[in-house]
């Protein structure tokens, strides 16, 4: 069974950048493809990115295209999302997650493995 573990969420001022982490593990991560999520207080979980199993094809919701970049190194079984230009309505706890096969888009119900979470905040 895939595991999933986020780190390197913070505090971060607006127009900052940030590098998410997600350590996979239980089962090799070329099989999956993982997505990245988020949800702010009071808010629906929103879809940010996700890539193929391959590292070849990905999405970005709109509200992030152009600030966020998702990556993949399978070899070390992570999974990362480069944040920039950050502004405070992207404060929310990330979520990766995992959908067995090549691809899987920015719906939550396509995942079935998911991690903890991590704290994002924006703020000056």
């Known amino acids: 069974q895939l595991q999933l573990v986020e780190s390197g969420g913070g505090l971060v001022q607006p127009g900052g950048s940030l590098r998410l982490s997600c350590a996979a593990s239980?089962?090799?991560?070329?099989?999956?493809?993982i997505g990245w999520f988020r949800q702010a207080p009071g808010k629906e979980r929103e879809g940010v990115s996700c890539?193929?199993?391959?590292?070849?094809?990905?999405n970005y919701a709109d509200s992030v295209k152009g600030r966020f970049t998702i990556s993949r190194d399978n070899a070390k079984s992570m999974v990362y999302l480069q944040m920039n230009s950050l502004k405070p309505e992207d404060t929310a706890i990330y979520y990766c997650?995992?959908?067995?096969?090549?691809?899987?888009?920015?719906?939550?119900?396509?995942?079935?493995?998911w991690g903890q979470g991590t704290q994002v905040t924006v703020s000056s």
């Open positions: 890539i193929s199993s391959t590292g070849g094809s990905t």
């Open positions: 239980g089962f090799t991560l070329d099989y999956y493809a």
């Open positions: 997650a995992g959908s067995w096969g090549i691809v899987a888009g920015l719906s939550g119900r396509e995942y079935d493995y």
